[in-house]
């Protein structure tokens, strides 16, 4: 079983917004950082942003002041607000976290970025 799940991913205009949730399958999300990926067909997979369990973000600098990755710990999920959004940010977006030793991955949600 996964135990993370994304959504929100979907058509957007360049210059718009949208929002990633990444639902954790229960409240050991609170205990680890978590972090968000992305990959276009064809290419590796890159990193985007990271958020610690403190809260301490890390972002990709190509997305620095126009992403934004948060948690809440009650709800057992991590966001990524993306604004400005461009034809290149166009990717499927996976949440990760490394759990015991252990990298999981969710299924991923498709943004697209196209007028």
């Known amino acids: 079983q996964v135990p993370l799940v994304e959504s929100g991913g979907g058509l957007v205009q360049p210059g718009g917004s949208l929002r990633l949730s990444c639902l954790a399958s229960?409240?050991?999300?609170?205990?680890?950082?978590m972090r968000w990926y992305r990959q276009v067909p064809g290419r590796q997979r890159e990193f985007i942003a990271e958020?610690?369990?403190?809260?301490?973000?890390n972002y990709f600098d190509s997305v620095k002041g126009r992403f934004t990755i948060s948690r809440d710990n009650v709800k057992n999920t991590v966001y990524l607000q993306m604004n400005s959004l461009k034809p290149e940010d166009t990717a499927v977006y996976y949440c990760?976290?490394?759990?015991?030793?252990?990298?999981?991955w969710g299924k991923g949600t498709l943004v697209t970025v196209s007028s």
């Open positions: 958020i610690t369990r403190s809260g301490i973000t």
């Open positions: 990760y976290v490394r759990r015991a030793a252990v990298d999981y």
């Open positions: 229960g409240s050991w999300m609170s205990t680890y950082a």
